[in-house]
Structure formats: C-alpha cells, structure tokens
C-alpha cells in the first residue's frame, strides 16, 4: 500500500486526522511498518492469518503509547479509582490520583488481555496477521463502589475519534437481517513491535452510525451485554460474519482463520453462505483453527433456533444448524460444537485444561491439543527489571529479541550480587506502588499479598476472608499483612457482584486493626493496575476452584518480576508446581469427573490457604527483618525460579508454537 492509498481510505483525514499522521509518522511512530505490513496483507502469499477476537485488551497507558499532537481529550483520560479500606471509616470516598490515558476499552479481562499480548507478539516476530474486532462505543463499564452495597455499574464514556492510533475508514459493510440492512464502518487501529518494526492492523467493526435504526445503533455500545439474547446474537454476528465481509471489502488475503474463543464461530457460517459451490466448503473449512478458553458452562454459546431465525434469513439459519447442531433435532446452535466439529486445529490454554476439554467433549478429544498461554514480556516487564535483565546481559542476552532466555536466571541463582540486585530491583516497584497509594500508609517491609482479576465465582475472590479472625491471627503472631484487591464482576453476574458486598463487609470488620492488616479494594481495575500489582507486591494470591480456570495469566506477569505465587493448583501452575515458585494449597482436581462449579470448597480450602500464608509470612520476615535483607533466603530462589520459569509463560514462545501446529 502506498502512503497515498493510505491515508485516502481515512474518512475525515484532512479535517481531523492530517495533524498526527503524515509520510513519515503515524501518531509519532513511523508509519512505514504500517504500509509494508498492508501490502503483505494484499498479496496472495498463502501466509497471512486472520486472528479474530471479541476483545483486545492492548494496554496502550503503560507499553508503546501513541501521541497526539494536540492536548488528550478528556474524555479519554481516566482518573477516577476510589479506594476502599479499613484505613478510615468514611475513606472510601478518597480517590487514588493518577493522570493516565484510558485504555483503549474494549476489553473485560484476561481473554482480550491475551488477546493483546497474542497480538503483540505476532509483531515481535514481524508475522502476517490481521487481527479482527469490535469497537465498543461504551467500552465494557465504569466501576463504581458503593459503601454497604458493592459495586454499582456505570455506562463508560470515550471518543474514539480522537483516541490515539486509531483511525476511521471510509469502508461499510452490511449484514442482511430479518431486521435490516446491519451497517458497519471500520475502523484501524495498529499494533506496534517493541522495535516500531513491524506491525499487526487490528481492523475493528462499529454499527454506531446514523445508516441504522437506533436499535442497530447501540449493539457495538457494550461488550459482552447480554440482558437479551438477541444482544448476544448480534454481536457475535457482527464478530464473525463482519469480520469474514470486512477481510473482502479490505481485499485482504487470508490463508488461514484463527478464531480465538467461540464468539467468532459465526465466521465459518460466513463462509459456506459465501460459497458458490456448497461442495468445496470440504477444503475451506480446514483454512479455520480454534482455540478455547473456559472450562466454565456459561463460557459456552448456545442459541435455539426461533432466537437466530428472528435475525437471520433462511441461508444463515440453515447453515447455522448444518454446522452447530448437535444432533438432528437438536432446538439449538452450539458455537463451541460449530468450531470443534469444523476447524482443522483445536487447542485448549493449557495442559491441565486440554485434559479437561477432552474430558468434556471425548468425542473430539483426539482432535484436541493445548498450546499453554503466555503474557507480552515487553509489556508486564518492570523497569527496574528491565534494567536488571540488562544489567546481566552476559546470561540474558538480547532477551527483548527473544524473551525466552530469561530462563537462564536459574544460571544465576549462586550469585550473590545478582540475588541482591533482584530483591532491590523488587523493593523499587514496591516503593512505585506504595508511593501510588501513599494516602494509605503502606510500609515498604510489610508483607504485601494481592488479589487481582475478574470478580467470577469460580475465582473465589473472597476465600482469603472466610476466617478474617484467622488473617489476624497470623498477622499477630508472625508479622503484619498488607493485602490489596481488586476487579469488576459483569453487569449481570450477580453472584459476583455479591463477592464484592461481601468483601467490603469484611474489609470493615477490619476497622479497629489497621495496625496489623491493611486492605485496600481498588475501584476500575485496568491493565494499567493490572501492571503495577503484578509488578510490585511481594506474593500474588490466585486461587481458583480447580479445574475451572484454564490457564490463567496475571499470575505470568508477576513471575516476570520475581513476585512469588501463592495459588491453587491450576491451569497454567499446574506446569510449574515443582519448579518452586511459591506455595501451592487446596484442593487438587483428578480423575475424569469434573465436579461442579458451584461447589467452591470455601471451608477447606480457606484453611489450606491459611496454613500456606503462615508459611509465607514466616519466611517473609525472616528474609526481610525490618529492611535488613538475608540475600540467602530460599524466599531469593523463588524469586529467581518465578524469573526463570517466565522464560516460558510468555505469548513470544506461544505464537511460535501457533505458527508452527496451527497456522501451518
Ligand atoms: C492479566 C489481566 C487479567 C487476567 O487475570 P487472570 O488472573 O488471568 O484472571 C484480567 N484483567 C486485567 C486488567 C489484566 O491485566
């Protein structure tokens, strides 16, 4: 593509768009990546992927942030975290006051997080790959606490017309309903290597456009709503069958189809409606892969049949049962069973979850392989320990280049300077955050755990306050616990939003012991906290109900700055339980019964968790006696192991290994 045809597909360029993108740069960064990477999308090389994907969490406030060259709108900064603790009564009002961009927000979780870290990757390694998505006009919600009741969902505003890096193209395309005509504008937005050298488009698909009805309008607003199910049906349409129309209407050519999650099944319906020879679906059909990323029940679409045929016309109904039927008089469309039967290649997240997937669809069980999960290195990588790994180069190398040699730390693990070095290199990111968090008083030789993520039952989120006389307990006898919490239940789960209500109502028991236990409920949790807990606490708590969660990656981000895990046994620990990492509690899941997600073991395994943490906090204070530090401490090991075993969770070697079993 040249620069010309670039920026003549840009709806608005001249009045809007002409001031940060010019022959040379695009949003200060060189655009010249973005023009080879297009013409490699253009020609027929038998090469380019198409990676789709419902979310994308990219993370632009902390890793390759675009600049404008006119002042960020206020609508796309994001300032707004209150804190809610048992410092002070009425303290939950207090706001934590970091001036940051919004990310880009269309994103939930850890499936768009990986997503973006996939992404990422695929550029580090300069591979031909569209990603394909959907820009939500509301993002996914604002999180608002509410002393006594929890969390209190709020609608999200931003502008997308002047975020950073993302640009609006002339293009539509239309999805025929029973409704309508369903019009979509795209949008680009580019993902950057760690060296500006190369770059994934992430085309992404709006229906906010004065061409619908005001229903069509909002169903791009926000992610994952689902109150009705034609909600859910539109927007998985819009994934699927869009991003099949848009890769046409772009001209690009794809040789392979990566769906990533089921969201996207409706793609290979996209393509047998396509097709003028029914026949030859035989050989298209093996051009799509899949990978799955729950083993939880409600993470599965079904949709029946009168729900598709109020939107879809006859062609998309009889080919939606044609795929997705599990039998023949089957009332409903299985997304999961549209990909499992039809896609070439189907991976599960991690070994543990392919055992599981196997278990839960035996009929495709030889079919099944599990290619486990990674984080973007370069992005969850502190500075301090980036300078660190710098520092050693001798034994790192050129680990941006390739990030699996940071499993060469265990090579330094007798060293002493280098064992100092990482536990300093540990105590800066701790200062960072408590620094971020000072209106609390956090000490920086205080035991510090945190518990992180999307607020979900099988998460268990309040396990560690089953027993809070126990957490005083051990804070009394061994030494004080500073405990940070945070993330957002969905809308309409309201089991997890009860976790919430019952978090803060311990959290308030804790009044009268601010002395011995600190905690903190942070309010928006985003990538940009996501970052800086991983980064700077000392132990990251993950405790899930075996074996619900798949793979699991924030838990990959901390072992990348020597924070120690103090987990369940489950997905992506289960290939690092004897590699000495931190500690592992609780139940252990075998045998081919799955058992029952709602069965969360609170009581028992709150007591494991219990009998860990006197561990934790006993080898804690003996290597950190008031900030005199015992260098030998095993606590070094782990830190070091955590560094090592990085080497591998890491979506550098996990797009290697798509490349070389998927996309091949
Ligand atoms: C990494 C990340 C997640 C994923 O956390 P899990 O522990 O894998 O559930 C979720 N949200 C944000 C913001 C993240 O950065």
């Not at 069973?337 to 290649?345: A, F, Q």
């Amino acid at each position: 593509m040249t620069y010309k045809e670039f920026i003549g597909q840009i709806e608005n360029f001249d009045g809007h768009y002409s001031k940060d993108i010019n022959w040379s740069t695009y949003f200060s960064f060189p655009i010249k990546p973005i023009l080879e990477a297009e013409t490699k999308l253009a020609k027929n090389s038998g090469k380019s992927i198409a990676y789709f994907s419902m979310e994308y969490g990219l993370a632009p406030s902390i890793y390759n942030s675009f600049r404008l060259n006119s002042p960020m709108s206020d609508k796309n900064k994001f300032f707004k975290h209150q804190v809610f603790s048992n410092y002070w009564i009425s303290d939950y009002v207090f706001k934590i006051n970091i001036q940051k961009m919004l990310d880009i927000p269309i994103y939930s979780g850890g499936l768009g997080v990986l997503a973006g870290d996939t992404v990422k990757s695929i550029a580090d390694l300069g591979l031909s790959v569209v990603a394909l998505g959907i820009l939500w006009n509301k993002g996914y919600f604002k999180q608002n606490f509410w002393y006594k009741y929890g969390q209190v969902p709020e609608e999200l505003s931003w502008d997308p017309h002047s975020y950073p890096g993302l640009i609006p193209l002339k293009n539509r395309i239309r999805i025929k309903t029973k409704q309508g005509d369903l019009v979509l504008r795209l949008w680009k937005y580019y993902v950057y290597s760690y060296d500006k050298k190369h770059v994934v488009p992430l085309v992404l698909m709006d229906s906010n456009l004065s061409d619908n009805s005001e229903h069509f309008r909002k169903l791009t607003d926000q992610l994952y709503r689902s109150d009705q199910v034609s909600w859910r049906i539109f927007q998985r349409s819009i994934l699927g069958i869009g991003g099949m129309k848009a890769i046409d209407e772009l001209k690009l050519q794809v040789a392979c189809y990566h769906l990533n999650e089921g969201h996207a099944a409706f793609a290979l319906v996209e393509k047998y409606v396509q097709l003028a020879d029914k026949a030859s679906m035989k050989t298209e059909r093996k051009k799509f892969v899949y990978t799955c990323h729950t083993p939880v029940a409600a993470g599965h679409d079904r949709f029946q049949i009168t729900d598709l045929q109020d939107i879809f016309t006859n062609d998309y109904v009889d080919a939606a049962k044609k795929f997705g039927q599990e039998h023949s008089t089957s009332k409903d469309v299985n997304l999961t069973y549209i990909c499992l039967d039809n896609c070439r290649h189907v991976n599960a997240v991690a070994q543990k979850h392919g055992e599981i997937m196997r278990l839960q669809f035996p009929a495709f069980a030889k079919r099944i392989d599990a290619i486990t999960n990674g984080v973007h290195a370069h992005t969850w990588v502190s500075e301090s320990f980036a300078h660190l790994f710098d520092k050693y180069s001798r034994v790192f190398g050129n680990w941006r280049l390739d990030p699996n040699r940071l499993k060469k730390a265990c090579q330094l693990i007798k060293d002493n300077n280098f064992r100092r070095d990482i536990f300093q290199a540990h105590q800066d990111n701790k200062r960072f955050l408590l620094d971020v968090v000072k209106h609390w008083k956090l000490q920086e030789d205080v035991l510090t755990i945190c518990w992180a993520r999307r607020i979900t039952n099988y998460k268990r989120p309040s396990l560690l306050f089953q027993h809070i006389e126990e957490v005083l307990n051990i804070a009394g006898h061994i030494g004080p616990l500073q405990i940070i919490i945070a993330g957002k239940s969905h809308p309409m789960d309201t089991t997890g939003a009860s976790h919430i209500q019952n978090i803060m109502e311990h959290v308030d028991r804790l009044n009268n012991s601010y002395k011995t236990v600190k905690v903190l409920v942070l309010e928006n949790y985003d990538t940009y906290f996501g970052k800086l807990l991983t980064n700077s606490v000392d132990v990251w708590l993950n405790n899930p109900l075996p074996p619900f969660e798949a793979s699991g990656t924030s838990g990959m981000k901390a072992i990348l700055n020597g924070v120690l895990q103090l987990s369940t046994l489950d997905g992506w620990v289960v290939e690092a339980e004897h590699d000495d990492i931190g500690w592992i509690f609780g139940y252990r899941h075998q045998g081919p019964e799955i058992g029952n997600e709602w069965e969360l073991r609170l009581e028992e395994d709150s007591k494991a968790l219990y009998a860990s943490l006197k561990d934790v906090a006993a080898l804690y204070y003996r290597t950190n006696k008031n900030g005199v530090i015992d260098i030998h401490s095993p606590w070094i090991d782990k830190m070091i192991n955590c560094v090592c075993r990085g080497g591998f969770f890491n979506t550098q070697r996990m797009v290697q290994e798509y490349k070389a079993k998927m996309w091949s």
